[in-house]
């Protein structure tokens, strides 16, 4: 009624969810977190206007750690005490996801990170949540490809010693691909704050590899691509892992890049039907491809409202189960169930690098995606 304020009659509107998502939205890995909140957003648009999860819309609280340790400590604990989400969502590094998810953990709410792969992360107990594969399993795809597929046998690997993704996914390769009948004639690791790696990539030159192994950062990997083609070493020498995939490794060193293969969850043009419904909507509204970045937040979050709408209760704990009990869940990056140990086993897309985008090439550990 007009002027007459509230009616006391009329139903109140539905308190929303609130979720929190900790994301590196500054800093030294901007750009993971950006994607990711893209794929997020994307997420809750869905939700929302198909009437939210139980007639409630669904809230994200973002917060930005700035790629920082101890910023995402603080951030998870001001998500969780002050906001008091239900659900936590992030991160995109292996490093930064165990800081939160320790504190997601100890206070009870469950967290799904989208894309940290480090083994250790799940471990940290029973609220702790990934869509993405693990490293064990990529750095034997990795290896299989190299060895195999490949049929290249003198390895060298070049690594970050203070990433617990990168020396991890180093270590996982390693083991695999020695297993494999591979030959590591040159290993080097350098410390994630180093920006000069001529040192490294000369004597990885002087050891005459076939290939070489490098499970890091797009922002690492753009300086040593341009590093390594100077010293007479084309980018497609380089193998790696998912830490590549970011619209600036194309952009900034595309062309030294240029025929290399990576691990990784997803390509845009991966033959997946699930993969293409979220491509044709991310595209309308970015206006270009997702990363796996962004598909894998869109991911999380997808799986994360489905178990609300299947939880119990709306309690973080029955939420927590019943992301538990996920099975064949259909996503962009293929189908999603959640294990006994909160991981996803999931299928590997190998990318190449051609003519400045991600392209796929093949698909290993293959779970008959639908
Ligand atoms: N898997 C990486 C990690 O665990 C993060 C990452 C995923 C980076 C996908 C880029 C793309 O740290």
Same mark, same amino acid.
């Given at each position: 009624?007009?002027? =007459?304020?509230?009616? /006391?009659?009329? /139903?109140?509107?539905?308190?929303?969810?609130?979720?929190?998502?900790?994301?590196?939205?500054?800093?030294?890995?901007?750009?993971?977190?950006?994607? %990711?909140?893209?794929?997020?957003?994307?997420?809750?648009?869905?939700?929302?206007?198909?009437?939210?999860?139980?007639?409630?819309?669904?809230?994200?609280?973002?917060?930005?750690?700035?790629?920082?340790?101890?910023?995402?400590?603080?951030?998870?604990?001001?998500?969780?005490?002050?906001?008091?989400?239900?659900?936590?969502?992030?991160?995109?590094?292996?490093?930064?996801?165990?800081?939160?998810?320790?504190?997601?953990?100890? +206070?009870?709410?469950?967290?799904? %990170?989208?894309?940290? @792969?480090?083994?250790?992360?799940?471990?940290?107990?029973? &609220?702790?949540?990934?869509?993405?594969?693990?490293?064990?399993?990529?750095?034997?795809?990795? =290896?299989? &490809?190299?060895?195999?597929?490949?049929?290249?046998?003198?390895?060298?690997?070049?690594?970050?010693?203070?990433?617990?993704?990168?020396?991890?996914?180093?270590?996982?390769?390693?083991?695999?691909?020695?297993?494999?009948?591979?030959?590591?004639?040159?290993?080097?690791?350098?410390?994630?704050?180093?920006?000069?790696?001529?040192?490294?990539?000369?004597?990885?030159?002087?050891?005459?590899?076939?290939?070489?192994?490098?499970?890091?950062?797009?922002?690492?990997?753009?300086?040593?691509?341009?590093?390594?083609?100077?010293?007479?070493? /084309?980018?497609?020498?380089?193998?790696?892992?998912?830490?590549?995939?970011?619209?600036?490794?194309?952009?900034?060193?595309?062309?030294?890049?240029?025929?290399?293969?990576?691990?990784? +969850?997803?390509?845009?043009?991966?033959?997946?039907?699930?993969?293409?419904?979220?491509?044709?909507?991310?595209?309308?509204?970015?206006?270009?491809?997702?990363?796996?970045?962004?598909?894998? *937040?869109?991911?999380?979050?997808?799986?994360?409202?489905?178990?609300?709408?299947?939880?119990?209760?709306?309690?973080?704990?029955?939420?927590?189960?019943?992301? =538990?009990?996920?099975?064949?869940?259909? *996503?962009?990056?293929? @189908?999603?169930?959640?294990? /006994?140990?909160?991981?996803?086993?999931?299928?590997?897309?190998?990318?190449?690098?051609?003519?400045?985008?991600? @392209?796929? &090439?093949?698909?290993?550990?293959?779970?008959?995606?639908?």
């Amino acid at each position: 009624k007009e002027g =007459a304020g509230k009616d /006391p009659s009329a /139903p109140a509107a539905a308190e929303p969810w609130k979720v929190g998502a900790y994301l590196s939205l500054s800093g030294a890995e901007t750009q993971f977190g950006i994607e %990711t909140k893209e794929g997020i957003e994307l997420a809750v648009d869905e939700v929302n206007k198909k009437g939210g999860v139980k007639g409630r819309p669904v809230k994200v609280f973002y917060e930005d750690n700035k790629s920082n340790p101890q910023e995402t400590n603080n951030k998870v604990l001001q998500l969780v005490t002050r906001d008091k989400v239900v659900a936590l969502l992030g991160e995109v590094a292996s490093s930064r996801s165990t800081i939160g998810g320790i504190v997601a953990n100890k +206070h009870k709410i469950p967290m799904i %990170t989208s894309s940290a @792969t480090a083994p250790e992360v799940t471990q940290i107990g029973p &609220f702790v949540f990934r869509v993405c594969f693990t490293d064990d399993t990529q750095g034997q795809m990795g =290896a299989e &490809f190299v060895v195999k597929t490949m049929g290249k046998k003198r390895i060298g690997i070049l690594y970050a010693s203070d990433d617990v993704y990168s020396s991890g996914l180093a270590t996982q390769f390693r083991d695999a691909a020695k297993k494999l009948g591979g030959e590591i004639v040159v290993e080097k690791s350098f410390i994630k704050t180093e920006t000069n790696f001529t040192t490294y990539i000369n004597e990885i030159r002087d050891a005459k590899p076939e290939l070489v192994y490098a499970p890091i950062y797009y922002n690492a990997m753009v300086p040593i691509a341009r590093q390594a083609k100077a010293a007479g070493m /084309p980018g497609s020498m380089f193998v790696g892992g998912d830490g590549w995939d970011a619209e600036t490794l194309l952009q900034d060193a595309g062309e030294e890049m240029e025929g290399a293969y990576f691990t990784n +969850h997803y390509a845009p043009d991966v033959p997946w039907p699930n993969a293409q419904a979220f491509l044709k909507a991310y595209k309308e509204r970015f206006k270009r491809d997702p990363s796996s970045l962004s598909s894998l *937040g869109y991911d999380s979050a997808q799986l994360l409202f489905d178990a609300m709408g299947r939880a119990k209760g709306d309690t973080p704990e029955s939420i927590r189960d019943a992301i =538990a009990e996920t099975k064949n869940f259909a *996503g962009a990056t293929g @189908t999603i169930t959640i294990d /006994p140990n909160r991981n996803a086993d999931k299928s590997i897309v190998i990318v190449q690098i051609k003519n400045k985008k991600f @392209t796929y &090439f093949a698909a290993v550990n293959d779970k008959a995606q639908k």
